[in-house]
């Protein structure tokens, strides 16, 4: 396989002749060669790769000849060849999104597992995933343009300082992904990105619905709290991966101890766990969400208090990165947000109180648009590196944002293939 600027270079070939053939249909290769600008041999010897991959297939032959030489193949894509894949690594399953040349969903689906899980099982059990959706969706990996991976923050962990680490009470900490960017590389031989899924899933948002946000503080409320953040049209990141981390801003110094080693983080107070336990602890013994949605709906005391304290400590976190970033929205993810409503309500109604008074200040508040696959969304957006959001996206040496030379733009997050 072509390796450095080499494989860039074919890459950028190989993506501008499957967009020629998105936007014109089927084509000869003389077609494509005028479009796209490349000689015939070099044309010729990206579409011999693509043909074998099965990026795209030969379809008929053109009824006028080009010049004295045989019918020409008339080439198109191949509607069952995957180019691009968004996989989001959560604490306690991993959702994988395959797309298209013209970034239209083909297949996605799920697999569960517990949050002890080591990233080696983890890994496998994602590919396995993979597997099963080509056997569900009859989709094939052959051309990956590139793969977008998702994992729990903070990633990337910072340098010099060794892993794994203990904590002040004890708590285990590890890097994250162990290994996982390279078993995707080396399955699929395609570029690899990895960054927090939450972040992510801020980009996401960023970017869906008619219009893109530049300003933007994306919070999550799950196992856990994490977050994003998109300042100036950028996805930021900081300087050692924490940017966005306000799950873990100490809102009570004397509160539970939190998986991070502090105590009294956001996360203590607001992520699903920790508002099921405070609403046993009150008496009001609920197993799930959906318990605590039945008693949200019915407007049980217990239930509305826990989620208004909940949400009045969310809204005062977010209420300091909104002073600090004035962003034009700020979006709570989770499916929390969709089936208790009053949590989006007590952010608005904290932020309205809490900044600065002009009405110019006051962001947008509003739950995600996207589900629960927002992350991997957020992956696909990444490998998707044209958008503007994504044009200064770190890149390391040895992983690539992307699958070409950044010509398209993107419309929403992805398309859904209906």
């Known amino acids: ?163 794994p680490r203990t904590t002040p009470s004890g708590t285990v900490l590890r890097p994250a992904p162990e290994g996982v960017d390279v078993a995707f590389a080396e399955r699929f031989d395609a570029p690899v990105i990895v960054d927090n899924n939450t972040r992510l899933a801020a980009l996401a948002e960023a970017i869906s619905g008619a219009e893109s946000v530049a300003d933007l503080v994306y919070v999550r409320l799950s196992d856990g709290v994490g977050g994003g953040l998109v300042v100036g049209g950028q996805l930021v990141t900081g300087s050692s991966g924490l940017a966005g981390e306000l799950g873990h801003v100490t809102v009570d110094p004397a509160g539970r101890p939190c998986r991070c080693g502090k105590r009294g983080c956001l996360e203590t107070v607001a992520s699903v766990p920790a508002i099921l336990a405070a609403c046993w602890e009150f008496g009001l013994p609920l197993k799930d969400l959906r318990d605590l949605a039945d008693a949200a709906a019915r407007a049980h005391p217990v239930a509305d208090r826990v989620l208004r304290e909940a949400a009045g400590a969310l809204g005062r976190v977010v209420g300091a990165a909104t002073m600090t970033l004035n962003p034009a929205k700020v979006v709570i993810g989770g499916e929390i947000t969709q089936l208790a409503p009053v949590i989006v309500e007590q952010v608005a109604a904290t932020l309205g109180a809490d900044l600065f008074p002009t009405a110019s200040a006051a962001p947008v508040v509003e739950a995600a648009r996207l589900s629960d696959d ?41 398309h859904v293939r209906p």
């Open 374 to 414: 927002d992350g991997a969304i957020g992956a696909l957006a990444a490998v998707f590196h044209n958008s503007p959001l994504l044009a200064r996206y770190p890149e390391t040496a040895d992983v690539k944002a992307g699958a070409g030379a950044g010509e398209s733009t993107i419309e929403g997050a992805a």
């Open 1 to 163: 396989m072509p390796s450095g600027v080499h494989a860039l270079v074919r890459r950028t070939h190989e993506e501008r002749v499957l967009r020629a053939l998105q936007e014109n249909g089927a084509m000869s290769r003389g077609e494509i060669a005028r479009i796209v600008g490349l000689s015939r041999t070099t044309l010729s010897e990206i579409t011999g790769s693509l043909l074998q991959r099965g990026a795209i297939v030969v379809v008929d032959t053109a009824s006028r000849r080009e010049g004295s030489g045989r019918p020409a193949e008339r080439l198109a894509l191949d509607p069952a060849s995957a180019q691009f894949m968004g996989v989001d690594f959560g604490h306690r399953r991993v959702h994988v999104v395959v797309a298209d040349a013209s970034h239209e969903i083909m297949a996605s689906g799920a697999t569960r597992y517990d949050d002890t899980t080591p990233w080696q099982e983890r890994t496998a059990l994602a590919l396995t995933l993979v597997e099963r959706l080509t056997a569900e969706a009859g989709v094939h990996y052959g051309a990956l343009q590139g793969i977008g991976i998702g994992v729990p923050g903070p990633y990337p962990a910072p340098e010099g300082r060794p892993w």
